[in-house]
């Protein structure tokens, strides 16, 4: 079994940067491939950002690109999204994800293990 436990969302003007991290405990970290989701109210939960289990290969959606930068400390356990330049319509809820695996997959079925989720609020 696997926890996942997130932190770091807030509420942040536009323009400004917000760094969360997910902490995970329960099976060895190398082990799987890391990625980071959000759901905002009444969508559906999509992809954000990926991390292969080595964190030699990363996957960005076009939404984010350029803005977020996704990272993994395998010593620390812990992989991080780094959000700068934040909009309103990133406003919601961010979730950690693992997939027991070396690579990561785009659909949230795909995944193993899931935090509880950190929200994260951009101001106009």
């Known amino acids: 079994q696997v926890q996942l436990v997130e932190s770091g969302g807030g509420l942040v003007q536009a323009g400004g940067s917000l760094r969360l991290s997910c902490v995970a405990s329960?099976?060895?970290?190398?082990?799987?491939?890391m990625a980071w989701f959000r759901q905002a109210p009444g969508k559906e939960r999509e992809l954000v950002t990926a991390?292969?289990?080595?964190?030699?290969?990363?996957y960005y959606a076009d939404s984010v690109k350029g803005r977020f930068t996704i990272s993994r400390d395998n010593v620390k356990n812990t992989v991080y999204l780094q959000m700068n330049s934040l909009k309103p319509e990133d406003t919601a809820v961010y979730y950690c994800?693992?997939?027991?695996?070396?690579?990561?997959?785009?659909?949230?079925?795909?995944?193993?293990?899931w935090g509880q989720g950190t929200q994260v609020t951009v101001s106009s």
């Open positions: 994800a693992a997939y027991i695996g070396s690579y990561y997959y785009t659909e949230p079925g795909d995944y193993n293990y």
């Open positions: 329960g099976r060895t970290f190398s082990d799987y491939a």
């Open positions: 991390i292969t289990r080595s964190g030699g290969s990363t």
